[in-house]
């Protein structure tokens, strides 16, 4: 809890307000006029920040930005007013955010914290031993302390791939990246990722909070008390960032702006890709990709898990199972197969392993507490070191390694076990390690160790290629989205995960990861054909859109349950391929406003009262939504379809939205809908990107009239940047009429040969 007293004395200088209280200071910083920073230097006097870059905030900053101060004697205040929102500092380190005609956004809360909790007998020497209050209620302190309220029926979004459900209202989390490879239930705290960003919406407005803090943190979204939600941190600064916006896109646009946006990825990353840990040869690999072809199943990667290398050393290649470096690669390339391979951080520990031998010469591996010796776990190779990613050098030399993969062919670069995971116990926080030249510990770093893997994976990808980077990563941070896919990580095969799927998806979608994605199937356990059907079909729109299974479970490609699970997967696999220009559009938009492929229903119908709790429904852009069956045996399908007309993508039935109706689902359909006006572009058949030139375009138009801006370009290089791309805009009119409008003309991408037009 952190205490400040009455204010002393306080300077603006510029866009910033220093003020002194008693027994603390603090500065508030007008980033724009939606964005504010609250910093109370508990711990350091800079932030420190991995999420906001220089990068970033030079692009923040320019956005514009307007501030005034004044001291309010009577309520003993400051009032900070921008262009858009007003911040009221008061005695007590009280902040709170208004809007400009004086309504309530945010408020600090002020009373002591009750909880609704009373402790149980079972309960009583475990919180003792933790150094908690036991006297009768709850009541956690730690030094770093927000506590804001909420109304009574304020939702709550947000914090990534929680378990769980989209509204997190009433339940609890903590950000400490963690590897627990059993099912994943509604009550797990912390899972993969740390996003410290939540969304809240009142009727009339919607906001974000940004806890910019690596250390472990904690999220009490109004369990603890209905009153108010507290987020509390173990150590480190109070870094608050208040992200207005009015509505949940301009929040999310807001958020992105200022952590950053996910660069445009190739086009051949956001298609099929086919994986198991236990692909243990050349054999099965190959035998795995010609069955796709085979069966006309499109399929862009078959992914090599843990088992290419050798002995499980990071940047080796298991010649004896898997042949001469680079000749299965070449082999499947001509079939139009992209080799993603599978790096973990864990770097055995083994003489005349030159991983182990250079990271040691260089100091370049985390040290005992003590720095006497280079700390040791143990991952899959056995007994390792863990490399310092905070440190530049570290990866810069970490990049030389992966640009050793890219010269053998490998096109995308998958980052696991970089929580980071360890086989006997955690991590000690008193690991010592750097962030930068500064020396600290794995308290600080822990959160960030996989987006500093991150980062220098796609950063030497990118120098190296000259080619967009797939980076994909278990584990991460705010921000991290510059450099990385992300997948929920180990999920296994249950309808509660595959219900989990929607709500884990669009949470990370709105905290600006656009390219994500889950196990599609299960990781661990058994699939059954009914699960794995259901889970192809509510994963088609999915932007990392990936059959992953572990070694030991069944087999999980969709011939292993017969011809009718094939004709599915087939059916739902080619849907997917066939919107790909749409999603790539909706990649290239997210460029400019920030939000993601996969949304929620939430963010476009906020006054929708069915809309704000809904997890079992998405929308892909604007103008479809998905309603995939998520439960076993189930055969209809209740729909809800929010205001507006909507046209059936299968039969172009015609459903007025707010209200629920019944569709037939059996188990070859996913109820998909297309909005009135929408025009939405889609690609002829194609096994993998790359088959055939993409000069063929056809519209899909719903009634209504309406336009779309379209964006072409290579699929692959980093031209688009310097404005090497086609845009179009396409409009059609009640008569499917065709407009088409050049907004942009590339250099050296050709335009379409043939446009045309159908109605759903």
């Not at 220093?18 to 230097?41: A, G, H, Q, W």
């Not at 920040?49 to 900053?61: F, I, P, T």
């Not at 769980?164 to 912390?190: C, I, M, V």
Request: glycine share 8%; with cysteine; proline share 5%.
């Amino acid at each position: 809890m952190i205490e400040f007293g009455k204010i002393l004395n306080w300077t603006m200088t510029d866009n910033v307000l220093s003020v002194e209280f008693e027994k603390n200071n603090m500065t508030i910083s007008v980033l724009t006029d939606e964005i504010i920073n609250v910093f109370v230097p508990l711990w350091a006097k800079e932030h420190y920040s991995k999420a906001v870059e220089e990068s970033d905030l030079e692009r923040v900053l320019r956005k514009g930005r307007s501030a005034n101060a004044v001291f309010n004697s009577e309520k003993s205040c400051i009032e900070l007013s921008t262009a858009k929102i007003k911040a009221v500092i008061c005695d007590g380190g009280y902040v709170d955010f208004y809007d400009l005609s004086g309504k309530e956004i945010s408020k600090a809360y002020r009373g002591e914290r009750v909880s609704r909790r009373t402790i149980g007998i079972f309960d009583m020497e475990l919180l003792a031993a933790e150094g908690h209050d036991t006297t009768g209620l709850l009541n956690i302190q730690r030094p770093v302390e927000d506590v804001r309220v909420v109304d009574s029926d304020e939702p709550i979004y947000g914090l990534g791939d929680k378990s769980g459900f989209l509204n997190k209202r009433s339940y609890e989390y903590e950000n400490w990246n963690t590897d627990d490879p059993s099912a994943h239930t509604e009550q797990f705290r912390s899972l993969y990722k740390s996003i410290p960003f939540a969304i809240c919406k009142k009727p009339e407005y919607a906001y974000g909070l940004f806890y910019d803090n690596t250390f472990h943190s904690y999220f009490d979204l109004a369990k603890e008390n209905a009153s108010y939600m507290a987020y509390s941190a173990d150590d480190g600064n109070l870094d608050l960032y208040f992200i207005g916006g009015g509505n949940i896109p301009a929040v999310v646009g807001n958020y992105t702006l200022l952590t950053g946006r996910a660069p445009l990825p190739q086009l051949w990353t956001l298609g099929y890709h086919q994986c198991r840990w236990g692909y243990s040869n050349a054999k099965d690999i190959t035998e795995v990709a010609e069955k796709f072809r085979e069966l006309d199943i499109p399929c862009e990667s078959v992914q090599y898990d843990i088992d290419y290398m050798d002995g499980y050393r990071v940047f080796t290649w298991n010649e004896k199972d898997y042949g001469p470096a680079g000749e299965l690669f070449e082999k499947l390339r001509l079939k139009g197969f992209k080799p993603v391979v599978i790096i973990d951080p864990g770097t055995k520990r083994e003489e005349g392993y030159f991983m182990y031998e250079e990271g040691t010469k260089n100091g370049y591996f985390f040290r005992n507490a003590d720095d006497t010796e280079d700390y040791v776990n143990a991952v899959w190779p056995g007994d390792s070191n863990y490399p310092d990613f905070g440190r530049k050098a570290v990866r810069d030399w970490w990049g030389e390694h992966v640009n050793s993969l890219t010269d053998m062919g490998v096109m995308g670069i998958w980052n696991d076990m970089n929580e980071p995971a360890s086989f006997k116990g955690p991590l000690p926080e008193d690991v010592i390690g750097y962030d930068e030249d500064r020396k600290t510990t794995h308290r600080e770093l822990h959160n960030v160790y996989g987006h500093y893997m991150s980062k220098a994976t796609y950063d030497a990808m990118k120098a190296h290629i000259g080619k967009r980077p797939l980076v994909i990563t278990r584990a991460c941070y705010s921000g991290s989205q510059k450099y990385t896919a992300v997948w929920t990580g180990d999920n296994q095969s249950l309808w509660s995960h595959l219900q989990m799927m929607i709500p884990q998806l669009c949470s990370l979608g709105m905290c600006g990861f656009p390219i994500a994605g889950v196990d599609i199937g299960g990781f661990g356990g058994d699939t059954t054909p009914e699960l794995l059907c259901r889970w192809i079909e509510a994963a088609a729109f999915s932007t990392f859109f990936r059959n992953h299974s572990a070694n030991g479970c069944i087999r999980q490609e969709p011939w292993q349950f017969g011809t009718e699970v094939v004709d599915i997967y087939r059916k739902f696999v080619k849907l997917h391929y066939r919107f790909l220009p749409y999603i790539y559009d909706l990649m290239h938009e997210e460029q400019e406003n920030g939000l993601p492929v996969m949304r929620p229903l939430v963010m476009h119908y906020e006054d929708d009262p069915v809309a704000r709790d809904l997890n079992d429904e998405y929308l892909v852009g604007e103008k479809i939504l998905v309603a995939p069956v998520v439960n076993q045996g189930e055969r209809v399908r209740k729909v809800y379809l929010p205001e507006g007309t909507w046209y059936s993508l299968w039969t172009g039935e015609k459903h007025e939205g707010r209200r629920y109706f019944l569709e037939e689902a059996p188990l070859d359909h996913m109820p998909v809908y297309i909005k009135a006006g929408s025009v939405i572009p889609v690609y002829e058949e194609m096994q993998y990107v790359g088959e055939k030139p993409l000069d063929k375009l056809t519209l899909i138009t719903a009634p209504g009239g309406g336009s779309f801006v379209h964006y072409q370009d290579g699929g692959e290089d980093l031209s688009y940047l310097e404005g090497n791309y086609n845009l179009y805009r396409f409009s059609v009119d009640e008569n499917k009429d065709l407009t088409a409008e050049l907004l942009n003309e590339a250099k050296t991408v050709p335009q379409y040969e043939k446009i045309r037009v159908v109605s759903i």
